[in-house]
């Protein structure tokens, strides 16, 4: 089984600050998905990465296979994007099987 | 598109007692999962199932019954409630792994059993 790690489990920042939020797994992967999930909200699906870098408005995501590792930034963050910050991996080249780190949590202060 | 839907949003059961979970999309994706998610826990895979009338255990199915027997729909049936299935429930759907297909959540599911 696939161990996803995420760091940190909670991150506070001022509005307009750079965020980075780490995912770490021990096994190799075919892709893997960052997910957001307001408080009491459903989750969306933020970026679903398999090499390289992926960019949309604020927010970048980046995968280094090699070294197992994915990092979430977020630019000049805003309230807005407090929420839980989800990595989720799949093995195998499944997308209906994935493995969950347990979530940031980001809070943005005005 | 409405996306994926979840039915019905809040739900408290008394042990024992059975019920359903409903989840209908409407994207034609040939996947679709259950998942509970805890608190201090990652989501965990429940049952999923990789098209109509072909279902298979996830990594926490016992208590659960699922069935997929069109593309849209893939309910979730709690057959003896037991406190410890107290949860948050997704369903998600999602295409074959390739390109950029990602994975669609819905709304969830808010159980408690009493």
């Known amino acids: 089984k696939n161990e996803v790690e995420q760091s940190p489990q909670n991150l506070t920042a001022q509005e307009g600050e750079f965020i980075t939020i780490n ?3 021990s096994v ?4 893997l998905h960052w997910l957001q999930q307001h408080p009491g909200g459903g989750i969306v699906s933020l970026f679903m990465l398999s090499s390289g870098k992926k960019k949309h408005g604020r927010l970048i995501a980046t995968i280094n296979i090699q070294e ?7 630019t000049a963050s805003h309230p807005r994007d407090s929420a839980v ?22 809070t943005v202060n005005p | 598109n409405a996306g994926v839907t979840q039915t019905p949003k809040f ?33 965990r895979l429940i049952h999923y199932s990789v098209g109509a009338g072909i279902t298979d255990q996830g990594e926490v199915p016992n208590g659960y019954n ?4 069109t593309t849209e729909d893939f ?30 959540f819905g ?3 808010w159980l408690t059993v009493v």
């Open chain 1, 23 to 25: 995912c770490s797994y």
């Open chain 1, 28 to 31: 190799g992967i075919s892709a």
């Open chain 1, 68 to 74: 197992k590792h994915s990092s979430l930034h977020i």
């Open chain 1, 85 to 106: 910050y989800i990595c989720a991996v799949n093995s195998g080249g499944s997308n209906y099987k994935l493995t969950f780190g347990k979530g940031t949590l980001l």
């Open chain 2, 11 to 43: 739900q408290v059961l008394k042990t024992g007692q059975s019920m359903t979970l409903q989840c209908a999309q409407d994207m034609n994706h040939e996947y679709m999962s259950w998942y509970r998610q805890d608190p201090g826990m990652g989501l």
């Open chain 2, 66 to 69: 699922v069935s997929r027997s």
């Open chain 2, 75 to 104: 309910p979730l049936r709690l057959l003896s409630a037991a406190p410890s299935q107290t949860s948050v429930y997704f369903c998600a759907s999602s295409t074959p792994h390739g390109g950029g297909n990602t994975i669609y």
């Open chain 2, 107 to 109: 709304e969830g599911s």
